[in-house]
């Protein structure tokens, strides 16, 4: 509002003028993003499996086939063989390896995947460089939440669901955002906020694709003369399909979470391609 003064300083020709826009005090946390799209996230997820499989598979089969394989022939052996002592130490040196090679593997794919969704190519060193650095943080956060959600299991089994999908995106957190365990569990748990029957059902999805494998696994094994105890045909096809079912879980579960976390971090947070790009820089 405006006004003309006269000489005897009265107001006259009073004016409303425009009221100017007022800045909000809360940050927008829409965007031309949309909505939370499940077949968005699980497009996302194998588009930058095809974009990068040879690299994927490759730490995959190395870092995770290759230690499980080993570990199925030290179960194999211990209930074929007279050797138990090589087949347990084959077991504990596959379990380490797993152990360090799993986590690196998930560190790796992340970072890989969340760059392809915004164009940029990851090289395996590169890769491979980021996923050693986050093995220690990934392995606490393992711990923490395996034994937290393990807890929730056991007492009623939704408990330890409402856990699983609460903290889904806790390791992205750690790999894109550098946080520490806790921070990232927090983390996880905002993002997921308001979508998690969203996310409940994407679980639910990757579960019946995982059991889909899990079954024809099976049927290869049985058909092969069994499994464990069935024989050498049968110990051999074990370590393979053992090996290839574990080298492609740690590859899908991997770049699932990146994929999610992309997903609640551009419709929550509007962080448009440029954002989301910066965070390995």
Known sequence: MDFIATDDRQARD????????IASATPRTSSSFGGFDLGRVIGRTFSTIRGNWMAFFAAAALFVGIPSALM???????????????AFLAMILGWALYLVGAYVV?????KAAINSFNDKQTTFGEALSAGAKVFLPLLG???VAGVATGFGYILLIVP??????LWSVSAPAVVAEKRGVLEAMQRSRDLTRGYRWHIFGLLVIYLVLSMVVGMLVGGVNLAAGGTFGGGAPGAVV???TNALTNTLTSVVASAGVAALYYELRAIKEGAGP???ASVFD
């Open 14 to 21: 009073i004016m409303a003028l425009a009221t100017p826009p």
């Open 72 to 86: 199925a022939f030290g179960q194999a052996d211990l209930t074929t063989s007279e050797t138990s002592a090589t």
């Open 106 to 110: 998930q560190g790796m794919v992340v």
């Open 141 to 143: 956060l393992a711990i």
């Open 160 to 165: 330890g669901v409402m856990l699983t999908v």
């Open 238 to 240: 074990t370590m393979i």
């Open 274 to 276: 440029e954002q989301l």
